[in-house]
T-cell receptor, first 111, second 113 residues
Framework: GQQVMQIPQYQHVQEGEDFTTYCNSS?????IQWYKQRPGGHPVFLIQ?????EVKKQKRLTFQFGEAKKNSSLHITATQTTDVGTYFC???????????FGTGTLLAVQP | KAGVTQTPRYLIKTRGQQVTLSCSPI?????VSWYQQTPGQGLQFLFE???????NKGNFPGRFSGRQFSNSRSEMNVSTLELGDSALYLC????????????FGDGTRLSIL
């Protein structure tokens, strides 16, 4: 079945450093979504990308959808302690387009 | 708008028992999806209901079942509980169908003793 993998699984950075997580799907995606889950919280929707090669920015966060629509990335510039959490990508898959979540990247930020 | 509401927040059960979890979606959302989250397996899709019909189902045994009511509220039932069912169960609703952005509830933390 379809798989969505993310790397790295875990990243520890110093506050102010940049951070990038990569998402790779085994199949082409109609769209890619990104979510953030704070420790002890629930996933919160961040953004959805639909077009091949699309790039969207939210303040210090930059999201990119690959040309082949099989991969995506999330880049955070100058991390802050408030960025701590697990970042998940998700995309529709299977015959009925159920949402499949990636394995997640846990970001730790040291002040 | 009120967010997605899940009850109860915490639950402790013993092996062999059954449990029912409840989810009230955001007003106007007709799609409700359920996920199981564990440290080792991440976010695993259980099933999605749309307009009272199960639209999608994940790879979980038949002990896991659900339903959706006419007001879009949904329940999930797990029978014959096993230790491995200990997890955070998350419900999410979306304005469109289940492949669209999901709005999650706080989850129900289920512990099996």
């Amino acid at each position: 079945g379809q798989q969505v993998m993310q790397i790295p699984q875990y990243q520890h950075v110093q506050e102010g450093e940049d951070f990038t997580t990569y998402c790779n799907s085994s199949t082409t995606l109609s769209n890619i979504q990104w979510y953030k889950q704070r420790p002890g919280g629930h996933p919160v929707f961040l953004i959805q990308l639909v077009k091949s090669g699309e790039v969207k920015k939210q303040k210090r966060l930059t999201f990119q959808f690959g040309e082949a629509k099989k991969n995506s990335s999330l880049h955070i510039t100058a991390t802050q302690t408030t960025d701590v959490g697990t970042y998940f990508c998700a995309g529709p898959g299977g015959a009925t387009n159920k949402l499949i979540f990636g394995t997640g990247t846990l970001l730790a930020v040291q002040p | 708008k009120a967010g997605v509401t899940q009850t109860p927040r915490y639950l402790i059960k013993t092996r062999g028992q059954q449990v029912t979890l409840s989810c009230s979606p955001i007003s106007g959302h007709r799609s409700v999806s359920w996920y199981q989250q564990t440290p080792g397996q991440g976010l695993q899709f259980l099933f999605e209901y749309f307009s009272e019909t199960q639209r999608n189902k994940g790879n979980f045994p038949g002990r896991f079942s659900g339903r959706q009511f006419s007001n879009s509220r949904s329940e999930m039932n797990v029978s014959t509980l096993e230790l491995g069912d200990s997890a955070l169960y998350l419900c999410a609703s979306s304005a469109g169908q289940g492949d669209q952005p999901q709005h999650f509830g706080d989850g129900t933390r289920l512990s099996i003793l």
